[in-house]
Structures are given as structure tokens and as C-alpha cells.
């Protein structure tokens, strides 16, 4: 009896080891691609619908590899950021960037000679610059694709208004965010949702006498024939020009940004993931994006330098919608080609 019961205490403990160890090793495991109620979860979350059964296999096939390759990425530890689920999960690299990028590179007939910068040669820009925390950037906004028929974006446009909503609030001190929509639907020298201009964007405005806020002339996330009547119902803003900073150059950059948010286009292939951290990864200089950036740093534990750049993914990608580039890199085009062509409006 007494042997009984000493091969009973046993086997429970073997048993409770068992599942204990069982329960460890799934925390190990990445629970988000393991089963389709997960997909479930995540297309309820963002509101995903596909047309029919085969669209959705294929779709959760892509959604589990992409949260393998994270789970993998983020394990291996050998970057300054880290990679998570977002809306574009169940997308290839080559889907999302025909989605959701569209900016093209500076046209050679429309680049200005750039002018000296303040601080350019004369005075040392401050180590650190966020205008984030002084008014002069607007909430994170969402781009979506440009238009639910095509998979075209309007990228060029979001960068452009989010650097002249930056220049309008540090000179008038008066913080309104504006239309990318008017620029959409009534530049006619960009191509509406198709890969554009960010420079294209403020010649408009200039030659337009300003722009209309968000408010009066909203986002609709597809092309629309210009409203012209908005046009002359007045202007919540105006700018007076615009400049390029000179390309492949941090330094000149760093400068521009030490006096107002600048519009800067990037290679977004590497960044679909992007959840946090300074990115640091390998990425190419193929042009495909344009983004904000509104600042730039240091890292107090490694000393890593970065910038900060705004986008128009919404707040669920990246860190609240923000991504951090490491700043002065070897290669003079930047991080992801990000030095290649800057450009800010003018007041």
C-alpha cells in the first residue's frame, strides 16, 4: 500500500512537471500564427474582409509567415528594433509596397539650387531637436490606399502637408492640420493616388495662394474631381516657396531639421513590421515613400543617433505611428535612402 501511494505521489509530480514544462515551452511559441481563430481575431481587429474562402486561406498562409518571420526576427535579438502584427501582416513585401507606398524620387526639372541653411556653417545645430513638444506637428493620419480600386498611394501628399503644417506653426504659432485631399484632387501636375511629388505638392499650394484645413476639405482616400469652390472660400494657410536640402548629405539635413520638419523619401520595403526601437536594418534606396521627419536624437544607453519621422500608416504601425532611423550612417544616401531628396515649404 505504502509503495502505492509513493509511485502515486510520483507520477503527479512527474505529471505536474510535465504540463509545467508544456505551458513554458507554449509561451515560447508565437500564439498568433499556431491557429486560424487567431487570423480571426486580427481581421475582426482591422476590420479585414476578403471576397471569398480561397482569398482567405491564402491570406492566413501569408499572416502566419509573416508572424514566423517576426517571432524569428525579434528571438534573434541582432537589431536596435523590433518587428509586430500590424494591418499589413497578411500582405507580401511586394503587395504592401505597391499598396501602401507611392512617392517618387526629386524630378530633376524640378529641383531648386539649394539655398545656405541657417546654422549651415555658423553656428552648431542643437544635439537634439523634437517639434513634437512644441506644437508643431499634428496627429499621426492615415493615408489607407488612395483609392479601394487600385493599389495606388498618396503618400507624397501626407509628407507634404506635414511639413508645412510644421513651418505654419513655428512661424504663426497657430497649429491646424490642413487637406491632403486638395492636393490630391486638384494638383494636376502630381497624378492624384499615383506615385507623385512631395515638391509638385508645395508648388501647388504656392501657386493656389494656400490651403484649405482638413476640416473643410476632408479625406476621402481616392481621387475626386478639385472641389474650386472650396478654393475660394478662403485659405487656412499659405506658404511663400520651397527649398531642397542637399542630397546624400546627414549633416545638411540635421540642419534643415533644426529649423522646421523636412519631407523625406525612403525605400519602405524593409519597414512593413517596424514596431519600435532604432531601425538599423538592411534596407535599399529605391525610392517609394515619403515621410516626415520631425526631429532627431540620441540614444542615452548606446549613444545611437536617429531621427524621428512622422507617417501616415495611423498609429497601430510602428511606435504610435513614428519611426526612428538610425542618423549618420556610412552610406551618404542615409538610412533607406532617406538623405536622397529632402525638401521643406518656405514662409
Known amino acids: 500500500m505504502a509503495s502505492s501511494c509513493h509511485f502515486l505521489f510520483l507520477s503527479i509530480i512527474a505529471t505536474t512537471a510535465l504540463l509545467r514544462c508544456l505551458e513554458v515551452a507554449s509561451l515560447d511559441k508565437p500564439e498568433y500564427w499556431l491557429t486560424p481563430e487567431r487570423h480571426e481575431k486580427w ?3 482591422y ?13 492566413y498562409k501569408i499572416f502566419k509567415d509573416n508572424a514566423n518571420y517576426i517571432e524569428a526576427f525579434n528571438k534573434e535579438g541582432k537589431h536596435k528594433y523590433t518587428l509586430g502584427i500590424n494591418q499589413f501582416t497578411d500582405l507580401t513585401t511586394e503587395e504592401f509596397v505597391a499598396t501602401y ?6 524630378n530633376a526639372t524640378l529641383m531648386r539650387r539649394p539655398k545656405p541653411l541657417r546654422n ?11 517639434w513634437r513638444a512644441t506644437g508643431a506637428v499634428t496627429y499621426v493620419k492615415d493615408q489607407g490606399a488612395c483609392s479601394k480600386n487600385q493599389n495606388i498611394s498618396s503618400c507624397w501628399a501626407f509628407s507634404a502637408v506635414a511639413a508645412m503644417e510644421g513651418i505654419i506653426q513655428i512661424v504663426t504659432g497657430q497649429s491646424t492640420p490642413l487637406s491632403e485631399q486638395e492636393i490630391i484632387d486638384c494638383d494636376f501636375t502630381d497624378r492624384g493616388c499615383s506615385p507623385s511629388w512631395v515638391d509638385n505638392a508645395f508648388r501647388f499650394v504656392v501657386y493656389a495662394g494656400g ?15 478639385c472641389n474650386v469652390q472650396k478654393l475660394q472660400n478662403g485659405r487656412a494657410a499659405t506658404i511663400y516657396g520651397y527649398e531642397d536640402v542637399p542630397p546624400n548629405d546627414e549633416n545638411a539635413l540635421m540642419n534643415a531639421v533644426a529649423n522646421r520638419p523636412v519631407s523625406v523619401n525612403v525605400d519602405a520595403a524593409a519597414i512593413q513590421h517596424y514596431s519600435g526601437g532604432i531601425f538599423d536594418g538592411l534596407c535599399g534606396s529605391s525610392i517609394n515613400h515619403a515621410m ?32 526612428y532611423f538610425q542618423k549618420d550612417v556610412a552610406a551618404p544616401e542615409g538610412m ?6 529632402p525638401s521643406y515649404p518656405t514662409m
Open 43 to 45: 481581421m475582426a481587429q
Open 47 to 59: 476590420g479585414r474582409v476578403y471576397k471569398d474562402a480561397d482569398e482567405k486561406q491564402r491570406r
Open 101 to 106: 507606398t507611392g512617392a517618387r524620387p526629386r
Open 120 to 130: 549651415d556653417g555658423a553656428v552648431d545645430p542643437p544635439t537634439s531637436v523634437d
Open 211 to 225: 490651403i484649405n484645413s482638413e476640416a473643410d476639405y476632408p479625406y476621402t482616400g481616392t481621387r475626386k474631381c
Open 292 to 323: 516626415c521627419i520631425v526631429g532627431y536624437g540620441q540614444n542615452d544607453g548606446a549613444g545611437t543617433k536617429y531621427w524621428i519621422v512622422k507617417n501616415s500608416w495611423e498609429t497601430s504601425w510602428g511606435d504610435e505611428g513614428y519611426i
Open 336 to 341: 533607406c535612402g532617406l538623405a536622397t531628396s
